[in-house]
């Protein structure tokens, strides 16, 4: 699957990543229909928050169906 990929400050790119595999019982996987950016992952690209690893998912706004 393809995900937003932080690789550094202003340094974010499209990548092929694993698929989610369901863990528990109650696991669901939603197949994503649209995503978007919001502001808490623009001080994220920009460096405001110390500590972000590289490789980091952004992906707080999805949206789509089970």
Do not use: Q, W
């Not at 690209?45 to 706004?61: A, T, V």
């Amino acid at each position: 699957m393809k995900a937003i990929v932080y690789e550094g400050i202003k340094n974010v790119n499209v990548r092929d990543v694993a698929d989610p595999k369901l863990e528990k019982s109650d696991d669901i996987i939603i197949k994503v229909t649209s995503t978007a950016i919001c502001g808490s992952d623009l001080h994220l690209i920009h460096g405001m928050i110390p500590n972000l690893k590289k490789k980091f998912n952004l992906r707080s706004r999805n949206n789509g169906n089970s």
